[in-house]
């Protein structure tokens, strides 16, 4: 048994920590909301995010950040994007001692273009932790707080810390892999939540299934095409962080990008959509780094584009869609033998 912290209690994180206790571990959850600690250790449950759901006895939820790491051998980081540098710089005043480092978040930092663990890198003092892991792939909390069969990739530039993870988390109900790309996991799992905003919007209009799966897979190429710009194997994005992450949050009601985008496809303005959804859509604060990155690099995203135009200009729906329909002819193979190619030569 090990003790472990689990930083942000939302949906994710609350759901993590259950399988955590499932195998036996010390968990702390920590909230920044000192109510929230409170009645989750009061009601056994967590009500806002996982309505329902009876948490196991080996979950603690802390309000204190210095009482939720204290002892822990490992700190799985799942607060958002906006978040991570905050935490990170509370952190280095609370921590004493090296751990295995993870996280769980999916985003892109707009401006500096960072990933999540980039992000971590910069803050977070480097005595504290060998090399970060990032948790990701095609993974409802929803789905896993009921136990449901699930499989996700622990990644890292060092194999034995993602190995520890992978120990700590699999069992019989989530299998879990590993992958030395991060790169491509990290942007595999961000960018898909753009693509699921689309999906969103595309069954918000009514549209149907062919007109999804036109998306799904245009902006699978859209993906590829800025990951391996990045430096990801673009063979990352045909496994659970690329393909797999995309269809299960395109496809599913349990998405909050998806929910977002219908949404908006339904003719609802962003900040009513946010307000309404009361949890963080990663997807709208990826979509303006991608575009923003996409645009720098030259790289061609014409989906992500369209939806930057529907949330930061407000553009139509509609009318995006039919200047996607109408786009200059190509051929499909030539995406996918330059995606290739540019790996090739590296």
């Known amino acids: 048994m090990e003790k472990v912290a ?10 993590l920590a259950m399988v955590l206790a499932d195998n036996q571990h010390d968990v702390r959850l920590w909230s920044h909301k000192k109510d929230h600690a409170a009645a989750i250790n009061d009601t056994r449950q967590n009500e806002r995010y996982l309505p329902g759901v009876q948490l196991p ?32 710089r509370q952190l280095n005043k609370v921590l004493d001692r090296k751990i295995t480092l993870a996280h769980g978040t999916k985003g892109i930092e707009p401006g500096s273009f960072k990933r999540v663990s980039e ?32 499989t996700l990739t622990a990644s890292s530039e060092n194999l034995e ?58 902006g699978l190429a859209e993906i590829a095409r800025l990951g391996t710009s990045m430096g990801a194997n673009p063979l990352t994005f045909l496994g659970l962080t690329g393909v797999g992450d995309l269809i299960v949050t395109c496809t599913s009601v349990h998405s909050r990008n998806w929910k ?17 959804m009361g949890m963080v859509v990663e997807g709208v604060r990826t979509t ?51 995606i290739l190619n540019n790996r090739i030569s590296d």
């Open 119 to 150: 992000m971590i890198d910069e803050e977070l003092s480097n005595q504290l932790y060998d090399k970060v892991v990032v948790l990701s792939g095609p993974s409802h909390a929803e789905e896993v707080s009921q136990r449901q069969p699930t």
């Open 57 to 88: 006895s080996g979950i603690t939820a802390f309000h204190d950040l210095a009482e939720a790491v204290q002892d822990v051998s490992t700190v799985i980081l799942v607060v958002p994007t906006k978040a991570i540098r905050d935490v990170c």
């Open 260 to 276: 977002a985008g219908n949404l908006l496809g339904k003719g609802k303005k962003l900040d009513d959509v946010l307000e309404h």
């Open 288 to 338: 303006q780094a991608a575009h923003q990155l996409a645009e720098s690099q030259e790289i061609d995203m014409p989906i992500t584009d369209g939806l930057f135009r529907i949330l930061f200009e407000d553009a139509a729906p509609r009318d995006v869609v039919d200047q996607l329909m109408t786009r200059v002819r190509r051929q499909e193979m030539e995406d996918l033998s330059a």
């Open 6 to 15: 689990v930083l942000g209690a939302g949906s994710w994180g609350t759901a």
């Open 161 to 218: 810390e993602a190995k520890k993870v992978q120990d700590l988390f699999i069992n019989g109900n989530l299998r879990v892999y590993t992958s030395p790309d991060m790169i491509g996991v990290e942007l595999g799992g961000a960018l898909k939540n753009i693509i699921a905003l689309g999906a969103g919007i595309s069954d918000g209009l009514g549209y149907g299934d062919n007109a999804k799966a036109a998306l799904i897979t245009r």
